[in-house]
């Protein structure tokens, strides 16, 4: 059973710093793409940043020099710093994963159960 679990998120001031981790377990044979996606109040979710097989990343314009994601491949893990942290960034952020299943073919897409970065004074 695969499983998608985000953590690090909470309450921060304003130019705070946290970090957010998402790990990928269970029957995984390969993954092709790892990211965060963030859903604001009254909003659509919005891409923050994905990681791709070869460390290809891509950064929304709004966190660009901000952010940073990175990946350890042994443990399906990626990391999202997140830096100088702004009110606007307060939202749910989920984690999306696209994957191979050992002994299934296809590609398959799981997201996380999404985890509160509040940003606030």
């Known amino acids: 059973q695969v499983q998608v679990v985000e953590s690090g998120g909470g309450l921060v001031q304003p130019g705070g710093s946290l970090r957010l981790s998402c790990a990928a377990s269970g029957g995984i044979s390969s993954i092709a793409d790892m990211g965060w996606y963030r859903q604001r109040p009254a909003k659509q979710r919005e891409l923050v940043a994905t990681?791709?097989?070869?460390?290809?990343?891509t950064y929304a314009d709004s966190v660009k020099g901000r952010f940073t994601l990175s990946r350890d491949n042994d443990k399906n893990t990626v990391f999202l710093q997140m830096n100088n942290l702004k009110p606007e960034d307060t939202a749910v952020y989920y984690c999306?994963?696209?994957?191979?299943?050992?002994?299934?073919?296809?590609?398959?897409?799981?997201w996380g159960q999404g985890t509160q970065v509040t940003v606030a004074s």
């Open positions: 999306l994963a696209h994957l191979t299943i050992m002994g299934r073919p296809g590609m398959y897409q799981y």
């Open positions: 990681i791709r097989n070869g460390d290809t990343t």
